[in-house]
């Protein structure tokens, strides 16, 4: 028979003995506080925009590293935390990014995108020029390990691989925003380079490329960018 537990119906079955600790940090709101909290994060994710001129002012190293410690956050399969972060900040290493990331989208928008790819990308006013991996000061690698588990032993499986980073980046990007920094997705294709450029194992996967710094002053946001779906036509509600 199946059991009842807080009113909600579950099969019976065996259940590992896990290591647990109470919940002692969790800081909840009264209802009006949590909604002006909501809103004031929208608000300012509203203030997030993509741009590709940037300032080459330095930004300190530690502020990179509360960014990156708070994506590590993210959840994950089986908590194996399946990804790794490159902070790439060394001018020599932003130069030779630079060639090898242009060498490839040369390649990408010389025909092997395809017109119907180009033509989506138009309005964003993108082509192969990369300025901004050399100018910025800091660029972040980001790579999914398909192996590992939370030890990292090489040799675990891990799970939900592309989901986990995924949710890790949008920590990341966040993270970011909130200290007041500018960002640019950056997404060469093939970027396998990046794992010998990283020092990465080939089992890993690159995943993006994160421009990371100041806005350049005559820094613009293409008007296309601007244009966010409605909350009825990205959500429903049941």
Known sequence: MGSRIDGIGWKEHAVKHHESVPLMDHVELPPAKMLHEAQAFLERMKRRH??????DRPVDRAIIEAAIAAAGRAPSGANHQPWHFCAIGSADAKRTLRELAEKEEREFYGGKAGDVWLDALAPLGTDEHKPYLQHAPWIIAVFGQRKGGIDEDGAQQNYYVPESVGIAMGFL???LHHAGL???????????????????????????????????EEATVPLHALRKKPLDQIASFL
């Open 50 to 55: 993509t741009v590709r001129e940037f300032s």
């Open 173 to 175: 990007i966040a993270a």
């Open 182 to 216: 500018c960002m640019l997705t950056h997404t060469p294709k093939p970027m396998t380079f990046l794992n010998d450029l990283c020092g990465r194992p080939t089992s890993e996967k690159p995943y993006l490329l994160l421009v990371v710094g100041h806005p350049a």
